[in-house]
């Protein structure tokens, strides 16, 4: 079965720092991979999504992502932080081996921008 | 094109009453999931739902929580005799029809905000 693991629950950057939000997976077929973010007292909003082709995905915001399947990951980075970015980030994979698209989520990773 | 509505916000219910959780998917979407998120915890999935079916429901318990999405009309999810381990944010989220090869992006509503007192 799929999993997800975010090392680290919580990080902190300085305004103007790079962002590294660091994402796991387990998978015994190909993934999708995802990453949501939530606002507080909002929903999740996609940020990214790797399915196939190019492994490097830029989603919005200025954030992107890289697949490398050698290492299982799939970490988000931005190059430079704004205070708005200040959220919780979930990744993702879809269980392609059910017959529609189940998402499990990791446990999120909460970030901080320091002025 | 308006997003997923879910609604209430918030809810407050006693212990023992019946918690009613609504969920009005995407205009065109019809596939509708249900996740549950506790304090400092990712997103549990619970139950997904296409018009009239239930298709996965593993992740619901099996006593006091049930959900449907009817031909017409939101997507429910009933939750009889709360507990306080009930409160949490009750998220749905839903989808278009499956697109061959992709994977399909989930939308995301506000939540439901459920707190048992």
């Known amino acids: 079965a799929q999993s997800v693991t975010q090392l680290g629950s919580h990080v902190s950057v300085s305004e103007g720092a790079l962002v590294l939000l660091r994402c796991n997976y387990s998978?015994?077929?190909?993934?999708?991979l995802f990453w949501y973010v939530q606002y507080p007292n909002q929903g999740l909003q996609l940020l990214l999504k790797?399915?196939?082709?190019?492994?490097l995905v830029k989603g919005i915001n200025g954030f992107e992502a890289e697949f490398k399947k050698s290492e299982t990951s799939f970490h988000l980075t931005k190059p430079s932080a704004h205070m708005s970015d200040a959220a919780e980030y979930f990744c993702?994979?879809?269980?392609?081996?059910?017959?529609?698209?189940?998402?499990?989520f990791g446990p999120g990773t909460s970030l901080s921008v320091i002025p | 094109n308006a997003g997923v509505m879910q609604n209430p916000r918030h809810l407050v219910r006693r212990r023992g009453q019946e918690a009613r959780l609504r969920c009005s998917p995407m205009k065109g979407h019809s596939h509708v999931y249900w996740y549950r998120q506790l304090p400092e915890e990712g997103l549990k999935f619970m139950v997904y739902?296409?018009?009239?079916?239930?298709?996965?429901e593993s992740g619901m318990p099996k006593e006091r929580f049930s959900a449907e999405f009817p031909k017409e009309g939101p997507s429910i999810l009933r939750i009889q005799q709360v507990v306080r381990g009930d409160s949490a944010a009750y998220f749905c989220?839903?989808?278009?029809?499956?697109?061959?090869?992709?994977?399909?992006?989930?939308?995301f509503g506000p939540g439901t905000r459920l707190t048992v007192t």
């Open positions: 989220a839903s989808s278009p029809p499956n697109q061959a090869g992709g994977a399909n992006e989930q939308y």
């Open positions: 790797y399915t196939t082709g190019a492994t």
């Open positions: 739902l296409q018009k009239e079916n239930i298709i996965d």
């Open positions: 998978s015994s077929v190909p993934p999708y």
């Open positions: 993702a994979v879809s269980d392609r081996a059910t017959s529609y698209d189940k998402v499990i």
